[in-house]
Every structure is written in C-alpha cells, then in structure tokens.
C-alpha cells in the first residue's frame, strides 16, 4: 500500500477554502487544465453539500454546517458560485436559522452585488438558469426580494425577458413575478414573477410608489411582439389587479383610458388565448361601480359593438365562471 499518495483529510473548513481557490483558477484556465479544475470544483462541491445536507448514512452536523457556514461567509464564496451544483448549497444555507435569526439572509443582505450578480447571470447562456434557480431561493426571503424591487436592477428585468432565449427568458419572468409576489410580478422569465407575488404587503406598497416607472417598464412587456410574453404579461396583470392587496393600483389603473382601449384592442387579437387574458383586464373596468367619466363614455360609445362582440365571444369555453361573468358584464353594459 503506497500511503505517500494517500489525499490528506480536508475539514470543512479546509474544502471550503479550497473551492473558493479552484473557483477562482477556473476563471483563468483553459484546454486541458481548465476540465481538470471543473472536474475539482464538482469534487469539492459535492463535498460542501453533504456536509450542510448529510448523506444515506447520517445527518449533517449542526456544528459542522455552522463551521462551513461561517466560511462561506469569510471567504466570500456565494458572490463567486454561479453553477448548477451551487444552488443546493445556497439553498441550504438561506434556510438555516439561529434562533429567529438568518445569518445567511443577513449576509447577503448587506452584501446586495450577490443578489444583482444572478440577476445578471441572465446575460450568459452559459449560467443563466444556474443563476436564475440561486435568485428563486434568494427571492423566497422578503428582505432579499426588497433589495431587489426597490433597485434599479428591478427595471432590468425586460432586457432579459425579450432578448435572450426562451427557457432563459421564462426563467426571468418567473422571478420577475416572484419579486411582486407581494402582488405576483413575472414575464416570459419566471424570476420576475417570483419578485411581484410573492411579500404583498411590501409589493403593494413600492406599487404605490412607483406606479408610473412600473407601468411604463410592464407595458413594454404586454406589447411585445413576443406571444409568450405577452400572454403571460397579460395574465400577472390580471392577477395583479384581482389581488386584494392592490385594491389602491387596481383603481388607478382602471381609471386610466388608455388602459381600457389597449385591452378592448387585445380583446381582438388574433390569438384566442390573448383575448382571453384580456377579458380578464377588461372585466375590471367594466364591473367597477364608480367608472371614472372617461371610462364610462367609452363603454357607453361602444355599448352596442360590445354587446354584439361578447355575445359571440368564447361561447365554446366550458368554463362556468367564466360564462358567469361575461353574464354579469353583458347586464352591466346594457345599462351604460
């Protein structure tokens, strides 16, 4: 048996460290060198991962996972893990608690270039669902979503909805709405929805605030050329304004004209499935009680075609619901 070969016994600590160093040499390796550095970070990532998550035989160590915990942090390893693999371990550490405390929530919270740098993973095809899967589990955690919303970075989430591929670009969306989820925000990209439906009461509130800037990025969305994006652009702002949590956006946006006239046109679209998430827009304004005056004289000029146009619209839809409230703004109409 030769033991001068035999590999010295890394702790936890040890491993971590030497992640962070391979990490740090596959960014500037190439060819040969750089598969054997990846196959050494898959190696040592493996690793980190039963040590916070344990393995067939025996569960992590609270000690052991507060030890790789602690060096993370002090090597400053989550800003550089971008990889499939890595997202267990963000996972794990996110949901670790000390008493009422996040230590690792609290982490990246004063450290916000982590939170962005996934964000921007979105530009690399290379990482991009890597990244978008670590944002997911970082914008599950109110006080990381609300760095994120009330960021310019938020504003960004269009560039990554509309110009990238489409796995990457629903991803997106995802945690576009996610980030809302105080009030369910969204697209084609799965993140963005994460962000605006997740922490309501904090979504509604940066609504408010930024009703204008928010509105002009979202119409972006619901006018795209795109039909993936915009059928589910047009179904979050259905739940958007449906959630009683933005009672004060719902009635602001109903107020406005223009908005009405851009779903009566979808209600034309030559996509069913369009039309039918316009309905959903469109009934808002029709069934609210107190219609601005520019609202009503819209609807009561167009009275007629309207009555003409849902009597034929969606009949084959077995959906009672449905069937039910086109009801109601058939007899709503009439007395305009």
């Given at each position: 048996m030769n033991f001068f070969n035999r590999q010295k016994t890394r702790s936890p600590g040890e491993t971590v460290r030497a992640l962070r160093e391979s990490v740090l040499r596959l960014d500037q390796s190439s060819g040969e060198a750089r598969k054997r550095i990846s196959e050494e970070v898959s190696r040592l990532l493996a690793s980190v991962k039963t040590s916070l998550s344990g393995d067939a035989e025996s569960d992590p160590s609270p000690d052991v996972i507060a030890m790789v915990a602690n060096e993370v942090y002090a090597s400053e390893?989550?800003?550089?893990?971008?990889?499939?693999?890595?997202?267990?371990?963000?996972?794990?550490?996110?949901?670790?608690?000390?008493?009422?405390?996040?230590?690792?929530?609290?982490y990246i919270s004063n450290r916000p270039d982590i939170i962005f740098a996934t964000l921007k993973g979105y530009a690399n095809p290379d990482i991009a669902l890597n990244t978008g899967m670590i944002l997911k589990e970082m914008l599950r955690f109110e006080?990381?979503?609300?760095?994120?919303?009330?960021?310019?970075?938020?504003?960004?989430f269009p560039q990554y909805i509309e110009n990238t591929t489409f796995g990457i670009s629903c991803d997106a969306f995802a945690n576009l709405k996610a980030s809302q989820q105080p009030m369910t925000i969204l697209?084609?990209?799965?993140?963005?929805?994460?962000?605006?439906?997740?922490?309501?009461?904090?979504?509604?509130?940066?609504?408010?605030?930024?009703?204008?800037?928010?509105?002009?990025?979202?119409?972006?969305?619901?006018?795209?050329?795109?039909?993936?994006?915009?059928?589910?652009?047009l179904k979050l702002l259905g739940e958007i304004l449906l959630d009683r949590a933005n009672y004060a956006i719902m009635t602001r946006y109903i107020a406005n004209d223009a908005n009405l006239k851009m779903m009566m046109n979808f209600l034309r679209d030559k996509s069913r499935n369009i039309?039918?998430?316009?309905f959903h827009v469109f009934k808002v304004f029709v069934a609210n009680p107190n219609k601005p005056p520019q609202i009503a004289s819209i609807l009561r000029r167009n009275k007629d075609r309207l009555l003409v146009f849902l009597k034929e619209f969606h009949n084959d839809k077995d959906d009672e619901q449905f069937n039910d409230e086109k009801a109601f703004l058939v007899e709503q109409i009439k007395q305009l």
């Open positions: 390893l989550l800003s550089l893990l971008a990889r499939k693999d890595s997202c267990q371990i963000y996972n794990t550490l996110l949901r670790r608690q000390i008493g009422s405390r996040s230590p690792t929530v609290e006080p990381l979503a609300r760095i994120l919303l009330f960021s310019d970075q938020f504003f960004t697209m084609r990209a799965d993140r963005v929805q994460e962000t605006l439906t997740r922490h309501k009461p904090m979504v509604a509130q940066w609504l408010d605030a930024n009703y204008d800037r928010f509105f002009a990025m979202y119409n972006t969305l619901i006018l795209s050329s795109n039909y993936v994006t915009k059928r589910q652009s039309q039918f998430e316009a």
